[in-house]
């Protein structure tokens, strides 16, 4: 499985939009990028999926270039509610796990 | 529709005792997966069952553990003889299709955090 890199930490404000990326160079031709969030004391939930170029849920958009070496998790408008550890994972078809590294802490203020 | 459950939510053994840890998937999902996270670390994946099946367990320890998910009940990931270092939070994930299989997301539970004193 590709290795993803992240940041390890974002601030942000209230009501801006929110853009994290991650890294992942040595990614496969069958594999997806998916993200997940994480709130303190709690399971991750899914956010998104996707294998190129754009995708967009009600939730937020993931943005993925041409070489798929890399991929940006896009938040609109954040509220303090978004603080929370957002995961990146390249996850392959023929696996039965996903790979969470150490993902991005993103701090929302009022 | 209920979410996936876990419990309980918080356990504390002594050292050399046994964990029992107990997870129901989401109504209509017979793919369970098991994860272990340490204190600000992301999840590890440990084993992956579906009904009276374990079909990768290549993230579980060789030793003191074993998982099962019987045709009836919930699925249980066991640890016998605990020791300090297995104090964290483990998550059950469940998801009505093989992951994979044309999507990659898991309905995770709210953890059991495993104590070991």
């Known amino acids: 499985l590709a290795k993803t890199t992240q940041p390890i930490s974002m601030d942000s404000y209230e009501g801006q939009e929110v853009n994290i990326t991650c890294s992942h160079n040595?990614?496969?031709?069958?594999?997806?990028i998916t993200w997940y969030q994480q709130f303190p004391s709690q399971g991750p939930r899914f956010i998104i999926q996707g294998y190129k170029t754009k995708v967009t849920n009600e939730v937020a958009s993931l943005f993925i270039p041409a070489d798929r070496k890399s991929s940006t998790l896009s938040l609109p408008r954040v509220s303090l509610s978004d603080t929370a550890v957002y995961y990146c994972?390249?996850?392959?078809?023929?696996?039965?796990?996903?790979?969470f590294g150490a993902g991005t802490r993103l701090t929302v203020k009022p | 529709n209920a979410g996936v459950m876990q419990n309980p939510r918080h356990l504390v053994r002594r050292r050399g005792q046994e964990a029992r840890l107990r997870c129901s998937p989401m109504k209509g999902h017979s793919h369970v997966y098991w994860y272990r996270q340490l204190p600000e670390e992301g999840l590890k994946f440990m084993v992956y069952?579906?009904?009276?099946?374990?079909?990768?367990e290549s993230g579980m320890p060789k030793e003191r553990f074993s998982a099962e998910f019987p045709k009836e009940g919930p699925s249980i990931l066991r640890i016998q003889q605990v020791v300090r270092g297995d104090s964290a939070a483990y998550f059950c994930?469940?998801?009505?299709?093989?992951f994979g299989q044309g999507s990659y997301e898991q309905y995770f539970g709210p953890g059991t955090r495993l104590t070991v004193t």
């Open positions: 069952l579906q009904k009276e099946n374990i079909i990768d």
């Open positions: 994930a469940s998801s009505p299709i093989r």
């Open positions: 994972l390249v996850v392959a078809g023929n696996n039965n796990d996903m790979r």
């Open positions: 040595n990614i496969a031709t069958n594999d997806y």
